[in-house]
């Protein structure tokens, strides 16, 4: 699933894996342009193992309300957060250029526009208008 939203003027588009392989495959074998996101959920550690290029790292809670970022991460490290349940990883600079803090708030993701309500919503809709 891809999702774009508007953060501090600049557009973010944004990879959704949700799903087990697409969590497990995260960026391995895939590099992000300065306007990419991959948004893993749910998801409270990652590793850039086998990663040829640092990444800066932000983790949300289940508000997508950033409890922690990590810039900069280099190839072979981990990083995790207490109370994150997904994180969301950029090219290396990119969450300071989209003023990612803590306390920030991804906007257009909240509850209603998580990936799960939109994908229940979505087959709610479809038996709506088939029947």
């Given at each position: 699933m891809k999702k774009t939203i508007l953060?501090?003027?600049?557009?973010?588009?944004?990879?959704?894996?949700?799903?087990?392989?697409?969590?497990?495959?995260?960026?391995?074998g895939r590099k992000l342009g300065a306007d990419e996101g991959l948004l893993i959920t749910p998801c409270m550690a990652v590793h850039t193992f086998a990663m040829g290029y640092p990444l800066?790292?932000?983790f949300l809670d289940r508000d997508h309300q950033v409890v922690k970022t990590v810039s900069s991460l280099q190839p072979w490290r981990t990083a995790g957060a207490a109370g994150a349940h997904a994180v969301l990883e950029l090219s290396s600079g990119q969450a300071a250029q989209y003023g990612l803090s803590p306390g920030t708030v991804l906007p257009g993701m909240g509850r209603d526009d998580h990936p799960a309500n939109l994908l229940a919503a979505d087959g709610a809709d479809r038996q709506k208008n088939s029947g």
């Open positions: 953060l501090s003027g600049k557009t973010l588009h944004l990879r959704i894996a949700d799903g087990f392989f697409s969590r497990a495959r995260g960026l391995l800066d790292v932000v």
